[in-house]
């Protein structure tokens, strides 16, 4: 009951709650029913499988302090939201193993395995970018013409994350002072993380672009995370895509096919056996065009044309906010594969 409450109340999660909870309490609801809308929680919370003793800390807490009640209204709904989720990635979801090596199909948020995880295990997240890893995500209020790296990309997204990420003090502060004084990474620091990720590999650029930044040939992996002393994720930047003379993501079914086997070689030689997490890639801005279902059969069809390559855990994850109809599509395709190799 002690560690229940502890991880429900531990100040250190205050930094993973975020302030948009805050505020849409405040802004929404009146104080007096917040002791309502906690007691309805409470009461979700119960419905996912727990101890018997875990249930009954859960009823007995006595929640005073405002910061208290905001604190167990996210684990509330954290916990209640993810129910659902976790029974669909729990079930039905292995495709392919051989040993240790694996291939699941997942439903869920790329994000939510290298950003405030919970699990303390070590995880390498795939994020599809193009063949310059452009860092600056471009918004509307820019009205740039021809915008490059949109936030609304699973790389902008990335990219978007980084920069409200707190950088860790290393070595540790000295004084009080020093230690409350918060920087996020900037362009700069991905910029640099980028370019000696790639220095290591030895591998030199094509040419420029229009801006004069390096291009790099298709399949080409940046790593992210391993010098930042930030968040326990390993993040693989996959070139799957060029930019045009209008700042248009242009790949191909090819493209996409080089970039899945240059992973399965990078992976397997750099991964150290951590589970990798891959989002359906083609599907977006990069002008392949895929359906979902058909970025999900071509990603299964080239890693079992290279299974021999495979020795972690690969978790292609399917976005969880796919409508449902969509989603019995992708369940049906995971079916098919599931039987053949049986």
């Known amino acids: 009951m002690k560690d229940l409450k502890n991880k429900i109340f531990d100040k250190n999660n205050k930094d993973k709650i975020s302030l948009n909870m805050d505020e849409?309490?405040?802004?929404?609801?009146?104080?007096?029913?917040?002791?309502?809308?906690?007691?309805?929680?409470?009461?979700?919370?119960?419905?996912?499988k727990l101890t018997e003793t875990e249930k009954e800390s859960i009823k007995n807490f006595k929640i005073e302090k405002y910061e208290e009640k905001i604190n167990?209204?996210?684990?509330?709904?954290?916990?209640?939201?993810?129910?659902?989720?976790?029974?669909?990635?729990?079930?039905?979801?292995?495709?392919?193993?051989?040993?240790?090596?694996?291939?699941?199909a997942i439903t869920g948020d790329i994000f939510s395995y290298g950003f405030n995880k919970r699990s303390e295990e070590k995880n390498i997240v795939v994020i599809p970018v193009d063949t310059s890893f452009e860092t600056h995500i471009t918004t509307k209020l820019e009205k740039e013409?021809?915008?490059?790296?949109?936030?609304?990309?699973i790389h902008g997204q990335f990219l978007s994350r980084m920069y409200k990420t707190t950088v860790k003090k290393n070595p540790p502060p000295k004084n009080d002072i020093e230690s409350k004084?918060?920087?996020?990474?900037?362009?700069?620091?991905i910029k640099n993380s980028i370019e000696e990720s790639l220095t290591l590999q030895g591998i030199k650029p094509?040419?420029?672009?229009?801006?004069?930044?390096?291009?790099?040939?298709?399949?080409?992996?940046?790593?992210?995370g391993h010098d930042l002393d930030t968040i326990d994720t390993i993040f693989y930047l996959l070139a799957i895509s060029q930019f045009d003379e209008n700042n248009n993501a242009q790949s191909n079914e090819n493209n996409i096919k080089i970039a899945i086997e240059n992973l399965l070689d990078f992976y397997n030689?750099?991964?150290?056996?951590?589970?990798?997490?891959?989002?359906?890639?083609?599907?977006?801005?990069?002008?392949?065009n895929f359906t979902n279902k058909e970025s999900l059969e071509f990603i299964l069809s080239t890693?079992?044309?290279?299974?021999?390559?495979?020795?972690?855990?690969?978790?292609?994850?399917?976005?969880?906010?796919?409508q449902q109809q969509e989603l019995e599509e992708l369940y049906k395709v995971i079916s098919e594969w599931k039987n053949k190799y049986k």
């Open 145 to 153: 013409k021809y915008p490059l790296v949109s936030e609304n990309t």
């Open 269 to 288: 030689n750099k991964g150290q056996e951590y589970s990798l997490y891959l989002p359906l890639i083609g599907t977006g801005l990069s002008r392949v």
């Open 24 to 48: 849409f309490i405040k802004d929404n609801m009146e104080l007096a029913s917040i002791d309502n809308l906690i007691e309805k929680l409470k009461s979700a919370i119960l419905e996912v």
């Open 72 to 104: 167990f209204i996210y684990e509330a709904f954290r916990i209640a939201l993810n129910k659902d989720n976790k029974l669909k990635e729990n079930s039905n979801s292995l495709i392919w193993k051989r040993g240790n090596a694996l291939v699941n």
């Open 206 to 224: 094509l040419g420029n672009n229009s801006k004069n930044n390096p291009l790099y040939p298709i399949g080409t992996i940046a790593v992210i």
């Open 303 to 322: 890693m079992m044309e290279n299974k021999d390559k495979i020795h972690g855990k690969i978790n292609i994850v399917i976005s969880k906010t796919i």
């Open 181 to 189: 004084r918060k920087r996020h990474y900037t362009e700069e620091d």
